[in-house]
């Protein structure tokens, strides 16, 4: 269906291999996760440009993987799709626990925010709070 309107948005991270933030990009819901991750992935980048092996699920192979592994030269590892039972994808697993983590926090658990670099900021906050009562 074309022109086919989704409400809400995106939330996409890119974390280090223990859960911090490293970077967050929010869009509207109607973007795709291929054509999306490009922008991720190269602002990521742009910030951290010793970074070797970028990690994703399925929603990241196509477009992405092609330009993240041809023009940024960089390596991309796809997760594969999990099976009927349940199985931890550690690499994947650490994005995932890092979502969990932000949605304890009232004001991340649902769409309140009118702006997107609000709701940036609260999860900045949100993540420097949870960092800070880490022991």
């Not at 658990?109 to 609000?118: N, R, T």
């Not at 900021?121 to 960092?131: D, E, G, P, Q, Y």
Request: charged fraction near 30%; charge should be positive; hydrophobic fraction near 40%.
């Amino acid at each position: 269906m074309v022109g086919k309107k989704i409400k809400g948005r995106k939330r996409h991270i890119i974390t280090d291999s223990q859960g911090h933030i490293l970077h967050i990009e929010i869009h509207a819901a109607n973007i795709h996760d291929t054509i999306s991750g490009c922008k991720v992935v190269e602002e990521t980048l742009k910030k951290y440009q010793d970074l070797q092996i970028i990690s994703g699920d399925m929603g990241y192979r196509g477009t992405c993987f092609k330009y993240v592994t041809d023009i940024l030269k960089k390596t991309m590892i796809i997760s594969e799709k999990i099976k009927s039972k349940f199985i931890i994808q550690p690499m994947r697993w650490v994005v995932e626990r890092t979502f969990s983590w932000l949605n304890e926090y009232r004001r991340l658990a649902k769409d309140f925010e009118y702006s997107i670099s609000s709701e940036k900021n609260f999860i900045m906050i949100a993540h420097s709070i949870m960092l800070l009562r880490r022991d």
